[in-house]
């Protein structure tokens, strides 16, 4: 599969293979953590979250990990398909908060 | 319902116009924001509404005026915009302080 350390903005992927999606973020107070998945000329639409008592979480195909101690975030997508092809933001906040920062976003290329 | 409806899908306005943005929810959600969507950019917080009430104005020109006239409605009324502000703009609901927000589809804005 294919997987990244640090955030890069584009990530190409071959179809079926698994994908690895980092970000990295800035608030040592943040204890929510969404992943959004937007597709081109829609808005961003949720994918998992998980909150700072936990550091991993799994949805269908998809898992997210969360290592407080790097402030580092990663969204894992199993058997990756065409239609995952999209931009992906984590995005970061805390409990009594309104304000959800979003990270910069990583453009995923499913490749056939 | 589970979705956020936001109208128009598309507005081109002169610089002397004055247009709303109109979004709707009926999730029963006590917190609504609008979002700036620059292009290859990451949503960026405008304004939040919590129990109709506006909790967070992130330093945004006088010219985007937003209402919420009750807990499902939450306009942007736009004047005298710049060609800079030609963007996606999202509203977006939650139950109440942040956990799960969900997007609309966007207005996508341009200005002439």
């Known amino acids: 599969g294919e997987s990244v350390g640090l955030h890069l903005p584009t990530l190409s992927v071959q179809e079926g293979d698994n994908s690895i999606i980092n970000c990295a973020y800035s608030?040592?107070?943040?204890?929510?953590f969404i992943w959004y998945k937007q597709e081109s000329g829609k808005g961003p639409q949720f994918i998992i979250d998980?909150?700072?008592?936990?550091d991993k979480r799994q949805g269908q195909r998809v898992t997210v990990l969360l290592n407080k101690t790097v402030k580092h975030l990663s969204l894992q997508i199993a058997a990756t398909q065409p239609g995952d092809s999209a931009v992906y933001f984590c995005?970061?906040?805390?409990?009594?908060?309104?304000?959800?920062?979003f990270g910069a976003g990583t453009t995923v290329t499913v490749r056939a | 319902d589970t979705e956020v409806t936001q109208t128009p899908k598309h507005l081109v306005m002169g610089m002397t116009n004055k247009k709303s943005l109109k979004c709707e929810q009926h999730?029963?959600?006590?917190?609504m924001y609008w979002y700036k969507q620059k292009a290859k950019k990451p949503p960026e917080l405008m304004f939040v509404?919590?129990?109709?009430?506006?909790?967070i104005n992130e330093s945004v020109p006088s010219r985007f005026s937003p209402e919420c006239p009750n807990s499902s409605l939450l306009n942007l009324h736009l004047h005298a915009l710049q060609p800079e502000d030609s963007a996606l703009y999202l509203c977006?609901?939650?139950?109440?302080?942040?956990?799960?927000?969900?997007f609309g589809q966007g207005t996508r804005l341009t200005v002439v």
């Open positions: 977006a609901s939650s139950p109440r302080e942040v956990t799960e927000a969900f």
């Open positions: 608030n040592s107070a943040s204890d929510y």
């Open positions: 998980i909150r700072s008592n936990m």
């Open positions: 995005a970061e906040t805390s409990s009594n908060d309104y304000k959800l920062s």
């Open positions: 999730m029963g959600h006590r917190a």
């Open positions: 509404y919590s129990y109709e009430k506006l909790s």
